[in-house]
């Protein structure tokens, strides 16, 4: 095909034949599932999911490659294709009966942290996510407190979901070649949250508020939300940073912002 792969919709093709066949043997397809494929390129994940799902929706933006898996799989009765923004789909629409979703993706990486919160906001049809991503924002997505790639995606997609690293993908795997490796994370939301959380929206502004200032303590970086008192009556350090700081412990915080009564 003479698709020139295009660069604003972060297109990098797979073409490796054994990290496809990895990737389609990690997403554990059982039968009867409804499948949904983010950003399908030339059909390189395609093909092989239509090959075991029982149904495939595939959401594109380039409309050029819409036109072009329409004729290339037009022979699957199992395939609806969706030529739209991933960004803007409305994910629910294909889980009308309270039907999980089982989402899959070797995702632009320009957009792919937007792109993960968005689906996060629909997770109660979520049964899990299977996503090709920078391998730097893999590790960031499952790392634990005390180390440089902690921060607020780890924190948040935590809450949201059990995080699982599954392997790495090397940048000649792809047409054309990235700069920067890759890997596969699968994201499973949690059916119930790990943690109590009273309000989400106040928990993503502590962490935020606590990792833009990485290196300061928390009785710095959260001064605006809580006195030094405050942190330290819920029995945390006001001295440690931003990356020393549990989902647990972030919780209290937010929680104890959230519980604050309005002073005018
Ligand atoms: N799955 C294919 C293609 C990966 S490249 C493969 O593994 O080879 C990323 C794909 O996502 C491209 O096809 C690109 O056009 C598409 N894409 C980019 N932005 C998108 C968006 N906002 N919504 C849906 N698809 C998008």
């Given amino acids: 095909m003479a698709h020139q792969a295009r660069k604003r919709f972060g297109q990098n093709f797979l073409h490796d034949q054994n990290i496809i066949n990895n990737i389609i043997g990690s997403a554990m397809i059982r039968d009867g599932e409804n499948w949904v494929e983010i950003g399908a390129g030339q059909g390189a994940l395609t093909e092989p999911l239509l ?16 036109t072009w898996l329409e004729h290339k799989f037009s022979s699957y009765t199992n395939l609806k294709i969706y030529s739209a923004d991933a960004l803007r789909f409305d994910f629910s ?13 070797n ?3 320009n957009i792919s942290t937007p792109l993960m919160f968005h689906l996060l906001e629909t997770t ?8 090709m991503l920078q391998k730097e924002v893999v590790n960031r997505i499952c790392a634990q407190p005390n180390g440089n790639s ?14 699982e690293w599954l392997f790495d993908v090397p940048p000649e795997s792809f047409n054309p070649v990235p700069q920067v490796m890759s890997a596969i994370v699968r994201l499973v939301p949690h059916s119930k949250p ?4 009273d309000d989400v929206k106040i928990l993503g502004q502590v962490v935020t508020e606590a990792f833009s200032q990485r ?13 030094e008192n405050e942190i330290i009556d819920l029995g945390i350090d006001a001295n440690l940073r931003a990356e020393n700081i549990s989902l647990e412990e972030f919780a209290k915080l937010a929680n104890a912002v959230s519980r604050k009564p309005i002073i005018d």
Avoid: W
Avoid at 124 to 131: E, G, K, Q, R
Avoid at 194 to 197: K, L, R, T
């Fill in 51 to 66: 090959k075991k799902v029982q149904h495939l929706d595939v959401v594109e933006l380039d409309r050029d490659l819409v």
């Fill in 150 to 163: 902690y921060g607020r995606l780890s924190v948040m997609m935590q809450y949201y979901c059990a995080t």
């Fill in 93 to 105: 629409s294909l889980a009308p009966n309270g039907e999980k979703l089982h989402v899959i993706g």
């Fill in 124 to 131: 109660d049809c979520i049964a899990d996510m299977l996503f």
């Fill in 215 to 227: 290196r300061k303590t928390l009785r710095n970086s959260l001064k605006k939300s809580l006195s």
């Fill in 107 to 109: 995702l632009p990486y």
């Fill in 194 to 197: 790990p943690v109590e959380v």
